[in-house]
């Protein structure tokens, strides 16, 4: 086919099957990531052992808290042990360093060849990071998830409670990602962005709630956390895992999961458009 | 001049490298001077943020025994200048190692001067910590002040030893975290596994029960960082304290022998 064919437009059939030819195209592309990432399969070890042994150290902590008390903040010492504990899950199954990728390639060279592929940037990145997700959910989230059962019987777990926490981080899953990519975009106007990567830990462990359950912060601080978007991150699911709310509640549920797409799909139009107008500053040869 | 004649190469001082790293750090990072500006603000705000949700547990576990508001002041302000220290002097390493052993140029620390090991670990200088440090230090300085803490020389010297002496265990970690990378080359959960374990050393060894408490001081002596300092700051060490000095140094001997051996096995290209 010409080049100028290609601007004319096509017949049904054949644009279903490009499409079909682009959906093939990327889950090859997801297999080779699936096989690049089973190449460092060691890793995946470390979690087995490190982390339950991290389990036992917040348990020893919490011990001696909840000698003296049944409940701190409306947490049961199962459930505070477990809140910490799956602060890990979050790790596994939704941090990428997506900002930090893209902002090395436009440092250090290489953005050239990405900008050049059949696919974009975006689709790139998170056919990468779901292959990532998929084995750590495997091999990391599950494992650890049965050695924490063993550590520390969960009593609050339900099935729908653990259904509606993998729904809800998969949701997260895509909402930092964009966030990520956002940050890493951004590269293509200031090219060191590591301040974006600093600020990333800031959105985590605070504004989410992984270094800490939010209802330790003051009544003030903890009404301005619940409007933003970030508690969806990891504050939201994990409520679902430890039964912190209503999990026989499926339209609450369904509520919850309409709010947080809300979010993702603003937060998607705005990665879209500060793509289009960030990657026109790029300059090969170092940015 | 024949090269016999030559006076041996001297290889620079480990401090020394450490200073040229920090200057060449200096250098680039007003290349990037709008992102500098801001990673100093998000860093001085990020550890400022870390100490007051600290603040936040103690006041929502109704505090911790043995330890008043104003202590626990003082142990934030010296978690400040801790994390702040490490990450000036050491926060870019493992930065630094992931990159040059994913994109094969590790290498090239085998042909420079000095040890492989002294080359790794002087190059991670982050010098957008500058800010935490000394905010670290104006907060100790005040929070010692108000508390009205008599500093004797026997106190500042038990401060300084065992601060030494965690930042020889922090060495000690590191040096386990770059040997693994050696043969491991993606360390990504090893990474988020070294960074929880300063979680559990932002607070008072105190707080754990049991054994948990000797375990953190003697075996695995993560109180040298903030907790033991503190302590003698106020005068209350325990006598058996002085064994997590003694803990840090076999560790990082033990680290040094894991990373000779890791070394001996490096065939390049991963490992």
Same mark, same amino acid.
């Not at chain 1, 933003?228 to 990891?234: E, G, T, W």
């Not at chain 2, 060490?237 to 002085?242: R, S, Y």
């Given at each position: 086919m010409h080049l100028h064919e290609l601007s004319k437009p096509q017949p049904v059939g054949e644009r279903a099957r490009g499409r079909l030819q682009a959906s093939d195209a990327l889950f090859s592309l997801f297999k080779h990531h699936l096989k690049l990432r089973l190449q460092y399969r060691e890793t995946f070890l470390f979690s087995l052992v490190l982390h339950p042994l991290v389990m036992l150290l917040i348990l020893a902590m919490f011990k001696g808290v909840y000698a003296k008390q049944q409940t701190v903040l409306g947490y049961s010492q199962s459930q505070m042990v477990w809140y910490f504990g799956s602060s890990q899950f979050f790790y596994y199954l939704v941090w990428n360093i997506v900002d930090k990728n893209i902002a090395q390639k436009v440092m250090f060279g290489g953005m050239d060849r990405e900008l050049v592929r059949p696919y974009s940037l975006l689709s790139w990145e998170l056919v990468q990071l779901l292959a990532h997700k998929l084995l750590a959910l495997v091999f990391e989230f599950i494992p650890v998830f049965l050695a924490y059962w063993l550590i520390l019987r969960p009593d609050f777990l339900t099935g729908a409670g653990l259904a509606q926490y993998l729904i809800l981080t998969a949701l997260a899953l895509l909402q930092f990602f964009l966030l990520s990519f956002l940050f890493g975009i951004l590269a293509f106007i200031w090219q060191d962005v590591s301040a974006a990567h600093a600020l990333k830990f800031i959105v985590v462990n605070v504004l989410a709630g992984v270094?800490?359950?939010? &209802?330790?912060? #003051?009544q003030a601080v903890q009404r301005v956390l619940y409007a933003? #978007?970030?508690?969806?991150?990891?504050h939201v699911p994990v409520q679902h895992l430890l039964g912190? /709310?209503? /999990? &026989?509640r499926w339209d609450a549920f369904a509520v919850t999961c309409a709010w947080h797409s809300a979010w993702l799909v603003a937060l998607f139009i705005l990665t879209e458009a500060a793509s289009r107008r960030t990657v026109r500053h790029f300059l090969s040869a170092g940015g | 001049m024949s090269a016999a004649k030559q006076a041996p190469r001297r290889t620079p001082q480990f401090a020394l490298l450490l200073a040229i790293d920090l200057q060449m750090k200096l250098k680039r990072a007003l290349a990037f001077r709008l992102n500098f500006a801001a990673n100093l603000l998000i860093s001085l705000f990020y550890s400022l943020v870390f100490s007051l949700f600290q603040f936040c547990v103690y006041a929502g576990l109704r505090g911790y025994p043995g330890w008043s508001a104003g202590e626990m002041l003082l142990f934030q302000a010296v978690l400040l200048f801790w994390t702040g220290s490490v990450d000036l002097l050491f926060g870019g390493v493992r930065d630094f190692i992931d990159l040059e052993v994913t994109h094969g140029n590790f290498d090239r620390l085998f042909v420079w001067p000095p040890q492989v090991l002294v080359s790794l670990l002087s190059?991670?200088?982050? !010098?957008? +910590?500058t800010a935490t440090v000394l905010a670290g230090a104006i907060g100790s300085g005040m929070m010692v002040a108000r508390l009205g803490v008599h500093l004797t020389w026997s106190k500042a010297l038990a401060f300084a030893v065992f601060f030494a002496a965690g930042l020889i265990f922090y060495l000690a970690l590191l040096v386990v975290y770059s040997a693994c990378t050696l043969f491991m080359v993606k360390m990504e959960r090893l990474r988020e596994v070294f960074d929880r374990v300063l979680f559990f050393a932002s607070f008072p060894a105190d707080l754990y029960a049991g054994a948990g408490k000797a375990a953190l001081i003697?075996? =695995?002596?993560? +109180?040298?960082?903030v907790y033991l300092p503190v302590q003698a700051l106020l005068g209350r060490?325990?006598? =058996?304290? !002085?064994l997590s000095v003694g803990s840090s140094i076999s560790l990082l001997a033990l680290a040094v022998a894991f990373w000779r051996r890791q070394e001996r096995r490096y065939v390049s290209a991963g490992g």
């Open positions: 270094a800490l359950p939010i &209802a330790f912060f #003051p933003l #978007p970030f508690q969806y991150l990891f912190r /709310v209503d /999990v &026989a | 190059r991670g200088t982050n !010098v957008q +910590a003697v075996a =695995f002596p993560l +109180a040298l960082w060490l325990e006598h =058996f304290a !002085v």
